[in-house]
């Protein structure tokens, strides 16, 4: 059944933008997270292991959180940090640093908590009910 505005089924499964954007944060995060795996993965074998891939998702996730990180943090911190990540060093301690700031500023905006409800105590179910999706 089709009312000329798409089908009620994919009208519904639509996600909002800002929520896509976290997913895609999220995405970026995680292939950070895969190639400091890999990067120690090797590591642990007493294999030489590179940094480059783990610089380079660094780099992809701070351009993804760029605007952002401008707009909320003080110029000298962001600056420090910008310096940081597209800077030549590619030790793994730096990189570790880098990502450990990434991670808290990411938590701090609630992209990565987990458990970021708001403490509430309803009146009804109804209430309770709406703050849950359901009315």
Known sequence: MDDGKGSKWVRNLSVPPADMLKVLILEKREAVLDAFESYNR?????????????????????????????????????????????GDSSDIKSLKDVFIQLSEWLYSKRVTQFDNRKDRHPKSVEEANKYDGFG
């Open 42 to 86: 090797l590591s642990y074998q007493n294999i030489e292991a590179e940094t480059y891939e783990i610089k380079s998702r660094l780099i992809t996730l701070f351009y993804e959180l760029q605007g952002s990180l401008i707009k909320d943090m003080k110029d000298t911190k962001y600056i420090e940090l910008r310096d940081e990540i597209l």
